[in-house]
């Protein structure tokens, strides 16, 4: 019984504290979030507002809103006002960044980075991945430098998606990024700023989304796919491996090619290559 209520005031102990003792410096600990303090007002956070999670060894927020059933594995960190729901778990090296939500029963891999985002219930984050950084948008100013475009927005992931190891979502600039219910994303998938995917999608390994694109429900990707920024693709499109979108697809059915044809089509332009590289030999 002693020792029960010693762990338990050692849980709720300051992180200052435990990082005075012969652990990793308080320099280390505010250097690796360095990457969010806009989301501080550029105030760099007091080290002294971290406690340790009594389920798991876990660091969090004095101010974050955790439900008493999460499991924060040690050397997770959970930032200010980051809601986290019941059931919620979350792998060692973890960050959860200021103001993020975390539905119901959601599992979180080793080392992954969620900032500027909500991720709804029953969802299933692998290792390594990032959500909610900054996407890719520059111009050229009137003094011929590249100048970054704001990225201000958020990342809205639906109920029950899973999104595959070092997979990257980027926040909105001028719309939030949204992944539907039930979509399953693969593993080394890049999806750019202001993207729309519809729900229940299937996106292959190692596939490219870029900016502002638009997919329908039940599209169906297969590994290194590429779409084009600014494209829409309508529900149950199904695209074969290697293909490139360049253009809007407006009508359901299986393409493939570079770019992207019906796939009847693209079947037959490969049929008359064979064809006409076999007549070339022989001539």
């Given at each position: 019984?002693?020792?029960?209520?010693?762990?338990?005031?050692?849980?709720?102990?300051?992180?200052?504290?435990?990082?005075?003792?012969?652990?990793?410096?308080?320099?280390?600990?505010?250097?690796?979030?360095?990457?969010?303090?806009?989301?501080?007002?550029?105030?760099?956070?007091?080290?002294?507002?971290?406690?340790?999670?009594?389920?798991?060894?876990?660091?969090?927020?004095?101010?974050?809103?955790?439900?008493?059933?999460?499991?924060?594995?040690?050397?997770?960190?959970?930032?200010?006002?980051?809601?986290?729901?019941?059931?919620?778990?979350?792998?060692?090296?973890?960050?959860?960044?200021?103001?993020?939500?975390?539905?119901?029963?959601?599992?979180?891999?080793?080392?992954?980075?969620?900032?500027?985002?909500?991720?709804?219930?029953?969802?299933?984050?692998?290792?390594?991945?990032?959500?909610?950084?900054?996407?890719?948008?520059?111009?050229?100013?009137?003094?011929?430098?590249?100048?970054?475009?704001?990225?201000?927005?958020?990342?809205?992931?639906?109920?029950?998606?899973?999104?595959?190891?070092?997979?990257?979502?980027?926040?909105?600039?001028?719309?939030d990024t949204t992944i539907g219910d039930f979509t399953k994303i693969d593993n080394l998938v890049q999806i750019g700023h202001n993207v729309i995917i519809g729900k229940c999608c299937i996106i292959c390994g190692q596939s490219g989304i870029a900016g502002s694109s638009i997919l329908g429900d039940y599209v169906t990707m297969?590994?290194?796919?590429?779409?084009?920024?600014?494209?829409?693709?309508?529900?149950?499109?199904?695209?074969?491996?290697?293909?490139?979108?360049?253009?809007?697809?407006?009508?359901?059915?299986?393409?493939?090619?570079?770019?992207?044809?019906?796939?009847?089509?693209?079947?037959?332009?490969?049929?008359?290559?064979?064809?006409?590289?076999?007549?070339?030999?022989?001539?």
């Amino acid at each position: 019984m002693a020792m029960a209520i010693a762990l338990r005031k050692v849980s709720l102990q300051p992180f200052s504290f435990i990082l005075s003792r012969k652990c990793p410096s308080h320099d280390r600990f505010i250097s690796g979030m360095s990457d969010e303090l806009h989301s501080y007002n550029g105030k760099i956070p007091n080290p002294s507002e971290f406690m340790i999670w009594k389920n798991g060894g876990g660091v969090f927020h004095n101010s974050a809103s955790i439900d008493p059933t999460v499991l924060i594995e040690a050397g997770a960190v959970i930032h200010s006002n980051s809601n986290i729901a019941q059931n919620v778990q979350i792998g060692s090296g973890s960050i959860i960044g200021p103001s993020v939500s975390i539905g119901e029963s959601t599992k979180i891999g080793y080392n992954v980075v969620l900032s500027n985002c909500s991720v709804g219930q029953f969802c299933i984050i692998h290792s390594g991945a990032c959500i909610g950084q900054d996407g890719f948008g520059f111009f050229i100013d009137d003094k011929g430098q590249v100048v970054k475009k704001p990225q201000d927005l958020s990342v809205k992931i639906g109920n029950h998606v899973e999104i595959g190891a070092n997979t990257c979502i980027d926040r909105g600039s001028w719309r939030d990024t949204t992944i539907g219910d039930f979509t399953k994303i693969d593993n080394l998938v890049q999806i750019g700023h202001n993207v729309i995917i519809g729900k229940c999608c299937i996106i292959c390994g190692q596939s490219g989304i870029a900016g502002s694109s638009i997919l329908g429900d039940y599209v169906t990707m297969g590994g290194r796919v590429a779409i084009k920024d600014h494209v829409s693709i309508a529900s149950k499109v199904r695209l074969a491996a290697n293909s490139l979108v360049t253009k809007n697809l407006t009508t359901a059915g299986d393409y493939a090619g570079f770019p992207a044809v019906p796939a009847e089509e693209w079947r037959k332009q490969i049929v008359s290559l064979r064809f006409l590289s076999k007549k070339d030999q022989v001539s």
